[in-house]
Structures are given as C-alpha cells and as structure tokens.
C-alpha cells in the first residue's frame, strides 16, 4: 500500500480552518484609491498602504508608461548583466538623496532587499538582536544569515541591553534589526535610544523604513530624519510599494556599504533588474513626496481624526498604541475579527480582520490615506458603532 507523501497538506489545511486562520485572495477591479471596487461591491478603502494615494496619481502613471514605451516591458536581466538602465541610477541617487546618505541600492523588493542586506553583512560568527514584532523579511533575512538570532520584547531596550551585556562579546559582530514602524501595530521604535546602545556596545543597526517612508520627517524621509539621526551611522532598508506607489525596495547607507552590497548580496545579484516602470514611477513618487509636503500634511490631519471620533464614539474599543497612519482595534479572538470585517464589507468599508499566527492577539487594522475625505472617516466609525 503506497502513502501519498502530499497527503499532509490537506490535515495542515484543515487545522488552520479550525483555527480560523485560513486566508484568501479578494479581487480588486478599479485603480487604487481611497474608494475602490471590491469584488463587485463599492468600498471605502481602509485595507491599503498608499498612504499618499500614488499608486492611482496620473503623473506615476504617465511616468511609467513613459518608461515602458522607451525601455520595454521588463529589466531582462540581473543589474550586473543586461538589467542596468540609467532610470535605477537616477532612482538611486533620488533615494539617496531623500534619506541624506551617500548611497542607495534599489532591490526587486523590499522583501529582498532585507533578506540580501541581512545575509551579507553578518553570518556564522556573528549576533542578531531582533525586535519581536519585526516583520518577516526581517525574520528570514536573520535566519538566511545563519548567525545567532536573540529576540528581544517588542521596543524594550531594557531587555536589549541585558542581551548585549551577555552575549555580545562572544561574537565577532553584532546587528541590531529593527521595523521603523511596526507595520501590525503602528507604534515607533526608539531610534535614538537603540542607536545610543548600538555605540556603546560596538553594533551595527539595520532600521527597515516601509511604513516611514514618506510619511515621518520635514520631508518625508522616515524615522531616521525624524529623529534627527541622519548623520548617524547605521543602514536604513525601505520599500517603494507602500507611500511611494510603486514596487521594488531600497537599502541607503554609505558608500562603501552600498558597493559592498552590489558585490555580495545574492537578491540583488541573482535577480532580475527592477522594471522600468517601477522604477520610474518611484522615481516621480519621491519627487512628488519632496515637493508637495500638503500630502503629509493632510495625511496627518487625517490620522488625528479619525482617533479623536474613535476616542469620542468608541470608548469601549481598544485602539492600540500607534504614532502612524496604521490603527489597530483589538478583539477578542479571530472569529469576532473576522465576523467584524465581513459586517464591515457588508457596510461598505474595507478594513481588514488580522489575525494570529501573524499578529499576537486578533484586530482589524484601518491605514488611514491623506486622500481619505472626513466624510469617510466618519462613516468608518459610525460603522463600527452600528456593529458593536
């Protein structure tokens, strides 16, 4: 009698339907937006990270299909061989520029672009100190690395140098990695603190900007800026995908840093050229986030809004702790999440169910656009009430 070596598949399946935890595709049939087409239905959309809504904006678009009628549809090829345009350079020097750096290497991804970073600046000989809330490019990116990983409590910097005053001279180098924003919660990390241990105790910093870029700073450049920590040292990883409306992802940080990495990180040498027309439409993006400061501005009124007619109409509702454009309303457990996203669709407002093994405890998750009208906002919050 054979056994079907595949046959584990199905009870893994159903175990993750008990616990609620089984996720799917739901289609999108409009160009992105503060309003959207939802699998037939018209939604007000709470479930995205365009936070500046540029991923619909027609400059991008104009940008882009510029590009691909002057370059081609696709890069054909890793930067090192056939997949080099001069729009990366350009980009790159726009990056680099925005995040005050003397360089910047743009990646496929941001996923890539820390799972590279990561892997090619410490290994077997060295120490990884991650914050317990970091995002899983940030995980993987350790693991892939293949040095000692030592997860410490979500921003607490006590435990950090606890872990530091025990472990770290036993290794030859040190990373601590850590979410700028912490994209399932919405809270800060503690730069300047973080990079005030890293010096005491001889350690590199790598700081991933997703959330943070575009949206914190004078000009939009992320945590780093915000902090005024620009002229320290330390390698900052982002993403072009979520306030900048494109696709692809970026490490900035020094010049020999950044030579260094066009050398060894396998996610840049082993893979296709970002396409043109990403990368000419974060190219417009960035140009946009450094003249046009009122996108911030009125994404932070926004923001302030909505958790004033929370904090009003709410009270009974935790709002998690958030210093960004993602909120977070705790429930009890997946199946309320879930029941309470599915009400919520049925009112016309997409605000995704988050649930474990991604996040601890179960919420639906709101990122608030600066395209988003007070209308809207106010309409979120009077469904929720209408639910509760």
């Not at 479930?47 to 104009?62: E, F, K």
Request: hydrophobic fraction near 40%; glycine fraction near 6%.
């Amino acid at each position: 009698m054979s056994i079907d070596p595949y046959a584990w598949i199905e009870s893994s399946l159903s175990t993750i339907h008990r616990a609620d935890w089984y996720r799917f595709e739901q289609t999108i049939s409009s160009i992105p937006g503060a309003v959207i087409q939802l699998e037939g239905r018209t939604v007000i959309n709470f479930a995205s990270n365009d936070y500046l809504g540029l991923a619909g904006d027609r400059r991008l678009i104009a940008a882009a299909v510029f590009a691909t009628e002057e370059f081609g549809t696709g890069s054909t090829g890793s930067r090192l061989l056939s997949g080099h345009r001069q729009l990366h350079r350009e980009l790159e020097k726009a990056i680099a520029s925005l995040k005050q750096t003397e360089a910047a290497l743009v990646f496929s991804s941001g996923y890539l672009a820390n799972l590279g970073a990561i892997a090619s600046i410490v290994g077997k000989r060295d120490l990884i100190l991650s914050d317990r809330y970091n995002h899983s490019s940030l995980k993987n990116g350790a693991i892939l690395s293949g040095a000692t990983i030592i997860d410490y409590a979500h921003c607490n910097l006590t435990e950090l140098e606890n872990h530091l005053n025990q472990h770290r001279e036993k290794y030859r180098r040190c990373l601590i990695i850590t979410d700028s924003i912490f994209s399932m919660d919405g809270d800060l990390c503690p730069l300047p603190e973080l990079l005030d241990l890293a010096e005491k105790f001889h350690c590199m910093v790598l700081v991933d900007e997703a959330h943070a870029t575009g949206i914190l700073g004078k000009n939009g450049a992320g945590s780093v800026e915000y902090f005024n920590c620009s002229d320290r040292p330390l390698i900052q990883i982002g993403t072009l995908s979520k306030a900048l409306g494109s696709l692809g992802g970026y490490v900035a940080g020094s010049a020999t840093l950044i030579d260094f990495l066009r050398n060894r990180a396998p996610t840049w040498i082993y893979t296709t050229g970002l396409s043109p027309a990403d990368t000419a439409a974060a190219l417009e993006a960035i140009k946009i986030v450094q003249q046009e400061p009122e996108l911030r501005t009125q994404l932070w009124r926004n923001i302030e809004t909505l958790k004033d007619l929370i904090s009003q109409q709410l009270p009974n509702l935790k709002l998690l702790p958030s210093e960004s454009a993602i909120l977070c309303l705790q429930l009890k457990d997946a199946a309320t999440a879930l029941a309470a996203g599915s009400k919520l669709k049925e009112a016309g407002i997409f605000a995704p169910a988050i649930r474990p093994p991604t996040v601890p405890t179960s919420r639906i998750r709101i990122s608030v656009m600066a395209t988003h009208e007070a209308y809207q906002l106010e309409k979120l919050v009077a469904a929720f009430k209408s639910l509760l």
